[in-house]
């Protein structure tokens, strides 16, 4: 299908997108950045490789990723994830305050369409309050995880 559609950027990011989900990052990226290449304002690729450079260890690529998707499509109530993603890439490069901004905004979000925190978002954003050494945020960020799930594996 894509050789006789070399133009479409919704055939390449789709493809990358599977790609990513069978583990074959490299050949995944390479087709998002031609689905960019055509269409440089796309902004699900942008997360999609973000999230793809995220777990090769790419952050700083990974953060201008998600930075460009929230640019394009920054109204968008599906961006809790892109911002949760991009506190992670900060997180991983230290960078814990702009971690927690971004968790915030990315529990703000999620909110607003659940009526009550991501758990995910909050524990990861207690994990930045402790390499901040807040740690009355971090007790709490983890308390509020624990009574919304008392069970989960958090590691």
Not at 102 to 107: G, V
Not at 133 to 148: P, W
Request: glycine share 6%.
């Amino acid at each position: 299908m894509i050789a006789d559609d070399r133009g479409n950027p919704m055939l390449f990011c789709k493809r990358g997108i599977i790609l990513g989900d069978m583990q074959q990052h490299e050949r995944a990226i390479e087709d998002l950045t031609e689905a960019l290449r055509l269409d440089p304002d796309l902004p699900l690729a942008y997360r999609r490789r973000g999230e793809l450079r995220g777990e090769l260890g790419e952050y700083e690529a990974a953060i201008a990723d998600f930075r460009r998707a929230l640019s394009l499509d920054a109204s968008s109530v599906e961006n809790h994830w892109v911002w949760r993603d991009l506190g992670k890439a900060y997180a991983e490069i230290g960078k814990h305050d702009a971690a927690v901004s971004s968790y915030d905004r990315s529990i703000e979000l999620w909110q607003s369409m659940v009526r009550r925190p991501d758990p995910d978002a909050v524990f990861l954003r207690g994990i930045s309050n402790r390499a901040l050494h807040r740690y009355d945020d971090a007790i709490r960020d983890f308390s509020s995880t624990i009574e919304q799930q008392p069970r989960a594996p958090w590691g």
